[in-house]
């Protein structure tokens, strides 16, 4: 497995638009970020923040947008393929109001792949931003703010074996959503299912647009030393960035999810 070039982070959780991380769980888990390569970080940005009223971030070489409960990065790399296709194929909003994100995204020539009724029997869609990031949207009339971090799809025919490694590994919480099985970490809903429009095996992420998902741990050095012991190899192993104050680790999971871990992202 390639190494990144870069440190990547970020920072997130179901939380107030100052983007604080929520409390992890007894292993010290929470959720973290999403990170996107992308062939123009400057339209992506833009498209957040007028479309999900996202906030910017550029620090420390650190360039994304902030929304309630998640961080975005981007790195302008072209992507080796969409989501889409992946072990995670997409990722998931609460909004407002579905007909009024839609109803800008249409104006703004975007494509809308689906409106459907969700599993938990909510108003959804499934949309596409630039170089095929795949986002589900599902309506929620009752919070305060355009958009929300909701969810992180994982597909695989296996997709039980990733849910209960997802519990051994970080602790998360097996639950429900509607008919699709989940487990839940602080800030986060982890689903998992198979991909029922396609009988092609979900490919790896890293490279892809959505080329990691990250996850904010308390004492991470003793974390990772946890993992190794229970048979995880990193692909890039724990390291201290005192310049910008986060430590990050890197690791394919069993089934081909690119992971970054990270401590230090709450100063952000």
Same mark, same amino acid.
């Given at each position: 497995m390639r190494i990144l070039p870069a440190v990547i982070a970020a920072l997130s959780v179901m939380a107030p638009a100052s983007a604080q991380l929520v409390a992890p769980n007894e292993l010290g888990v929470a959720m973290g970020h999403v990170h996107?390569?992308?062939?123009?970080?400057?339209s992506h940005r833009q498209l957040w923040i007028e479309h999900f009223d996202a906030v910017p971030?550029?620090?420390?070489?650190?360039?994304?947008?902030?929304?309630?409960?998640?961080?975005?990065?981007?790195?302008q790399q072209d992507a080796?393929?969409?989501?889409?296709?992946?072990?995670? #194929?997409?990722?998931?909003?609460?909004?407002?109001?579905?007909?009024?994100?839609?109803?800008?995204?249409?104006?703004?020539?975007?494509?809308?792949?689906r409106e459907?009724?969700?599993?938990?029997?909510?108003?959804?869609?499934?949309?596409?931003a630039?170089?095929?990031?795949?986002?589900?949207?599902?309506q929620d009339v009752g919070q305060p703010e355009i958009a929300t971090a909701h969810h992180l799809h994982y597909f695989n025919a296996d997709y039980l074996e990733v849910r209960a490694w997802y519990v051994e590994m970080f602790?998360?919480?097996?639950?429900n959503r509607g008919q699709v099985?989940?487990?839940?970490?602080?800030?986060?809903?982890?689903?998992?299912?198979?991909?029922?429009?396609?009988?092609?095996?979900?490919?790896g992420t890293e490279g892809r647009t959505i080329d990691h998902i990250g996850f904010e741990v308390r004492n991470l050095k003793a974390f990772c030393e946890q993992l190794e012991a229970?048979?995880?190899?990193? #692909?890039?192993?724990?390291?201290?960035?005192?310049?910008?104050?986060?430590?990050?680790?890197?690791?394919? #999971?069993?089934?081909?999810?690119?992971?970054?871990?990270?401590?230090?992202?709450r100063q952000y």
């Open positions: 996107l390569n992308v062939s123009d970080v400057e971030l550029d620090r420390n070489g650190l360039t994304g947008v902030k929304i309630p409960g998640m961080l975005l990065l981007f790195r080796t393929g969409p989501s889409e296709g992946t072990v995670v #194929d997409h990722f998931g909003l609460k909004v407002r109001s579905l007909e009024e994100v839609l109803q800008r995204w249409r104006a703004a020539g975007r494509e809308v792949q459907f009724t969700g599993a938990a029997g909510f108003p959804n869609a499934y949309i596409l630039p170089d095929g990031v795949k986002i589900e949207l599902q602790s998360a919480i097996l639950g099985d989940t487990a839940d970490l602080p800030g986060i809903n982890l689903s998992f299912g198979t991909n029922r429009r396609s009988s092609a095996v979900p490919v229970k048979g995880i190899e990193f #692909d890039r192993p724990y390291r201290e960035n005192a310049e910008i104050g986060v430590s990050t680790a890197f690791f394919t #999971d069993p089934f081909g999810a690119y992971v970054e871990l990270t401590e230090g992202l």
